[in-house]
């Protein structure tokens, strides 16, 4: 069974840095491209950052230049500088070629 685990959220001050991990079991991790997702409270869930298997990255708008998503064999990481309290979301891990989601972790970003 293919479980995703988010780690790595909690409080954190407008100005400051967050990095959260996503850990991966029962499927061979370094194979898939993979992204981070966020859902602020009362909005749909958007797209934050993609990594292919090769490390090639994409970012969306709103976290370019601030948010930078890497991989290792074992984890995917999202580090978050310069954070706004829009910013304050749900953060969660996806494998799209498994159609496989995490529980998400709280990041939230007070003024």
């Known amino acids: 069974q293919v479980q995703l685990v988010e780690s790595g959220g909690g409080l954190v001050q407008a100005g400051g840095s967050l990095r959260l991990s996503c850990a991966a079991s029962g499927i061979i991790f370094s194979l898939y491209s993979m992204a981070w997702y966020r859902q602020a409270p009362g909005k749909q869930r958007e797209l934050v950052a993609t990594?292919?298997?090769?490390?090639s990255t994409n970012y969306g708008d709103s976290v370019k230049g601030r948010f930078t998503i890497s991989r290792d064999n074992v984890k995917m990481y999202l580090q978050m500088n310069n954070v706004k309290p829009e910013d304050t979301a749900v953060y969660y891990c996806h494998i799209p070629g498994a159609g496989v989601w995490g529980r998400g972790t709280l990041v939230t970003v007070s003024p």
């Open positions: 990594i292919t298997s090769s490390g």
